[in-house]
């Protein structure tokens, strides 16, 4: 956590005390902490002890020439990684709410560009007044996390829900909320299909074809980095695993098959492997030897469909299954038809008549799904990785 910085708006309640602990448990955890104190907040907890824990400055005032000299409002509010208001008070709430800003506290929240997390804390009638339900809801549409409040005695000698969250509570969701920060996958389950198959003829023949693997691991490492568990099921190729992926390494579609049926459940499914559509009939136990008959017929059979299987409705179909495309004639109308014919949710297609694409290190993509194409121009294939693992990323959010 450290590194990280946390902007501390403490409102005008009674539980103003506990965003003392706040602060030093977040400094505790090395998290840097810019107090904001409200002018009401100032009436329960004065800027100097809030200063001292936080080991900050305590900014009360949106007029103030010297603060607004060495740090601006608009500044304030976007050099933290994260705004918490504790305790929010119904009226901080409200403002917020309906973008209002006649103060330090409020004109931040209305400037932020950062995630905002807010511990509401106030009397049990206020807490359930329509109003602030009304207030609520708004925040939360806007995205504001909330925690709490607790319900229990309060000290308007009421019972109810409306008590601040204990400081533990906030800070273990402010440390999940900076953990979470880029990665957006945290706690999701992601199968990549990788590389090429190869289908055995005898002990030493295959079919097999060019894929390098390189631009499902590229997806697999951004996958990755975007938070995501990735398991990567691989068909023989030269790369090393990415970071912090799950590597299995299989030879044949069959193989395959019952490798990514073996990982499930996964949130999402992306097939990059170039899977042999066929294999031969026969696998000959020792190796085939020239001969006066001539050269052998080989007989090919179908190989079980990978992604249609993967996105067949049942109980494990993954929620958002992507299939790849590779194509050497009328990409997009080729694409499409595979899009109804495998009932995924999106196909990636790329021309790979084109030398540069198997095996290089650039790619051209058509993302197609049943709303429309985006024609994504050409780019490194770690670069289409990085913006298909965003896109997978909020198709989960
Ligand atoms: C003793 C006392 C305790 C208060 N406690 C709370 C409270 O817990 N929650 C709340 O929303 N308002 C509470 N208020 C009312 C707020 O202080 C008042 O609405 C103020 O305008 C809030 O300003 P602020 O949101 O800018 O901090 C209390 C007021 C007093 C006098």
Same mark, same amino acid.
């Given at each position: 956590?450290?590194?990280?910085?946390?902007?501390?708006?403490?409102?005008?309640?009674?539980?103003?005390?506990?965003?003392?602990?706040?602060?030093?448990?977040?400094?505790?955890?090395?998290?840097? !902490?810019?107090?904001?104190?409200?002018?009401?907040?100032?009436?329960?907890?004065?800027?100097?002890?809030?200063?001292?824990?936080?080991?900050?400055?305590?900014?009360?005032?949106?007029?103030? &020439?010297?603060?607004?000299?060495?740090?601006?409002?608009?500044?304030?509010?976007?050099?933290?990684?994260?705004?918490?208001?504790?305790?929010?008070?119904?009226?901080?709430?409200?403002?917020?709410?309906?973008?209002?800003?006649?103060?330090?506290?409020?004109?931040?929240?209305?400037?932020?560009?950062?995630? !905002?997390?807010?511990?509401?804390?106030?009397? !049990?009638?206020?807490?359930?007044?329509?109003?602030?339900?009304?207030?609520?809801?708004? &925040?939360?549409?806007?995205?504001?996390?909330?925690?709490?409040?607790?319900?229990?005695?309060?000290?308007?000698?009421?019972?109810?829900?409306?008590?601040?969250?204990?400081?533990?509570?906030?800070?273990?969701?402010?440390?999940?909320?900076?953990?979470?920060?880029?990665?957006?996958?945290?706690?999701?389950?992601?199968?990549?299909?990788?590389?090429?198959?190869?289908?055995?003829?005898?002990?030493?023949?295959?079919?097999?074809?060019?894929?390098?693997?390189?631009?499902?691991?590229?997806?697999?490492?951004?996958?990755?980095?975007?938070?995501?568990?990735?398991?990567?099921?691989?068909?023989?190729?030269? &790369?090393?695993?990415?970071?912090?992926?799950? @590597?299995?390494?299989?030879?044949?579609?069959?193989?395959?098959?019952?490798?990514?049926?073996?990982?499930?459940?996964?949130?999402?499914?992306?097939?990059?492997?170039?899977?042999?559509?066929?294999?031969?009939?026969?696998?000959?136990?020792?190796?085939?030897?020239?001969?006066?008959?001539?050269?052998?017929?080989? @007989?090919?059979?179908?190989?079980?469909?990978?992604?249609?299987?993967?996105?067949?409705?049942?109980?494990?179909?993954?929620?958002?299954?992507?299939?790849?495309?590779?194509?050497?004639?009328? &990409?997009?109308?080729?694409?499409?038809?595979?899009?109804?014919?495998?009932?995924?949710?999106?196909?990636?297609?790329?021309?790979?008549?084109?030398?540069?694409?198997?095996?290089?290190?650039?790619?051209?993509?058509?993302?197609?799904?049943?709303?429309?194409?985006?024609?994504?121009?050409?780019?490194?294939?770690?670069? !289409?990785?990085?913006?298909?693992?965003? @896109?997978?990323?909020?198709?989960?959010?």
């Amino acid at each position: 956590m450290s590194g990280k910085r946390v902007l501390l708006i403490v409102g005008g309640g009674i539980a103003a005390y506990k965003a003392l602990e706040l602060t030093r448990l977040l400094r505790k955890a090395g998290i840097a !902490v810019s107090p904001v104190l409200t002018a009401a907040g100032a009436q329960f907890v004065t800027p100097l002890s809030l200063s001292a824990l936080a080991e900050d400055q305590t900014r009360t005032d949106l007029f103030s &020439l010297d603060d607004e000299a060495e740090m601006g409002h608009i500044e304030l509010s976007r050099a933290a990684d994260l705004v918490v208001v504790a305790p929010a008070t119904a009226d901080l709430m409200a403002k917020a709410a309906h973008g209002l800003a006649d103060d330090l506290a409020s004109t931040t929240l209305l400037a932020t560009d950062k995630p !905002v997390l807010m511990a509401p804390a106030m009397n !049990v009638r206020m807490w359930l007044h329509p109003a602030t339900q009304r207030s609520l809801r708004l &925040l939360q549409g806007d995205g504001v996390t909330i925690v709490g409040p607790d319900e229990g005695p309060m000290a308007c000698g009421e019972f109810g829900p409306g008590r601040l969250a204990e400081p533990e509570q906030i800070f273990e969701a402010v440390a999940a909320a900076l953990a979470g920060q880029g990665r957006p996958l945290a706690g999701r389950h992601v199968l990549v299909t990788a590389g090429p198959t190869l289908e055995p003829l005898d002990p030493v023949r295959v079919l097999t074809n060019r894929s390098s693997g390189k631009q499902g691991y590229a997806i697999a490492a951004a996958l990755a980095e975007l938070g995501a568990r990735v398991t990567l099921v691989t068909g023989p190729t030269a &790369l090393a695993t990415p970071a912090g992926v799950d @590597r299995h390494n299989v030879e044949t579609a069959v193989q395959m098959l019952s490798a990514c049926q073996a990982a499930l459940p996964a949130d999402a499914a992306v097939c990059v492997a170039a899977v042999s559509d066929w294999r031969p009939d026969t696998v000959f136990g020792v190796k085939l030897k020239k001969g006066p008959e001539g050269p052998p017929s080989v @007989r090919l059979v179908e190989n079980p469909d990978i992604l249609a299987t993967l996105s067949a409705r049942g109980l494990t179909r993954p929620r958002l299954v992507v299939g790849f495309a590779a194509e050497t004639s009328d &990409l997009e109308g080729n694409a499409k038809a595979k899009l109804a014919r495998k009932g995924c949710d999106w196909i990636i297609a790329n021309d790979v008549s084109e030398s540069e694409v198997m095996g290089g290190d650039n790619n051209e993509v058509l993302v197609i799904e049943a709303g429309g194409v985006e024609r994504w121009p050409r780019a490194a294939k770690a670069e !289409v990785a990085r913006r298909l693992a965003a @896109r997978v990323a909020s198709a989960l959010a």
